[in-house]
């Protein structure tokens, strides 16, 4: 098959999407398939070829998956943008993903999960991996898709959202408290406060990146992951930090990060957490595949989030916990792509 393979784009994950998208880009040629890297946002301008089938034949992309501690901003990313494009769409990637069999989307963070692409790619015809645009924006919207999680009474920790510039009210839970930019991933803006001096000056740092914030109430426990593929859970992966919390730089980093799955649970509590993964993927309207993430008090079991276009790096969870059913990381990359066509 032809198929591109969509990263990078303008979003702060822009450096983690690039290394899921040449990891992806190369299983994938393991595989027998025509399959080229495409950055979202700085486009492609044809200049090496004469015609759009023989993008398909470029060389692979480099074999170095590191991802830099840099976190991008907005005037980093369109820094990197040359030509006088605009909009998130650089030049010539919808002709390119118009000529493939389907396009995986590599894209993390907001406008990479937000449905913005997905809604593009619907209205040009183009298939794609992962959920449509609907269920992508409200399970990047934060604040909406704790509302669905509650109104289905599948357990979260209780937030409140806060504004950019709003005064901050008086919180219904005590601190310690998480605050999070309500649209993004990878822990990015993200702060773990123990009092109001330090809630006040996380909000500022995660109202860079968002003119939303979310604050938790924070659930002390362990944390785990479970991907679903295909309507299936995977088993959970449970994560463990040296230091501190599982923030971007453990995610990315080797720095003492550690992974155990399937994890040393009663096998009651890892069925329950498989269960309200699939439960949660269905009110959260995600299909394909996905990723649901947990904590665990040793009582109950808690959904941090979900993930609509999990991280394919060598440091991701979804890969590991393929892996550990004997799904390789190309047969999960093509069970991906499977599992939509047949859709």
Not at 2 to 18: C, D, H, M, T, Y
Not at 39 to 59: H, K, M, Y
Not at 194 to 220: C, K, M, Q, S
């Amino acid at each position: 098959m032809k198929i591109v393979v969509l990263a990078g784009g303008r979003s702060p994950e822009r450096n983690v999407s690039l290394s899921s998208g040449a990891k992806i880009t190369n299983a994938l040629r393991e595989k027998g398939h025509a399959a080229v890297l495409i950055d979202l946002f700085l486009g492609d301008d044809l200049s090496d070829v004469e015609t759009i089938a023989a993008v398909f034949q470029r060389p692979a992309p480099s074999t170095d998956y590191a991802i830099s501690e840099e976190v991008l901003t907005n005037d980093a990313i369109d820094a990197l943008r040359t030509t006088d494009s605009k909009g998130l769409f650089g030049p010539n990637v919808l002709k390119i993903c118009g000529a493939a069999d389907i396009v995986f989307l590599g894209l993390h963070g907001e406008d990479g999960e937000n449905g913005k692409v997905q809604a593009t790619l619907d209205l040009f015809g183009i298939p794609y991996t992962g959920s449509g645009f609907a269920a992508s924006g409200i399970t990047m919207n934060k604040h909406l898709a704790k509302q669905l999680l509650q109104h289905n009474q599948i357990n979260t920790a209780r937030y409140q959202t806060i504004k950019a510039g709003e005064s901050v009210p008086q919180l219904a839970f005590d601190f310690p408290m998480v605050v999070k930019p309500t649209h993004g991933g990878s822990s990015i803006g993200m702060e773990i406060v123990p009092d109001r001096p330090a809630l006040i000056a996380a909000l500022t740092e995660a109202g860079h990146f968002d003119n939303e914030v979310v604050v938790e109430e924070y659930i002390a426990g362990r944390e785990f992951s479970v991907g679903v593929l295909n309507g299936q859970a995977l088993p959970a992966i449970e994560i463990t930090v040296a230091d501190g919390w599982y923030d971007y730089e453990h995610k990315y980093q080797d720095n003492g990060a550690t992974y155990q799955t399937p994890p040393h649970i009663p096998a009651t509590v890892h069925q329950e957490m498989q269960q309200m993964a699939l439960a949660t993927m269905q009110v959260l309207g995600l299909t394909n595949y996905g990723r649901i993430d947990f904590l665990w008090d040793g009582q109950t079991i808690y959904v941090i989030e979900g993930n609509s276009l999990p991280g394919m790096t060598p440091h991701s969870l979804l890969p590991q916990e393929a892996a550990a059913v004997g799904i390789s990381y190309a047969d999960l990359c093509e069970q991906i792509i499977a599992g939509q066509l047949d859709a």
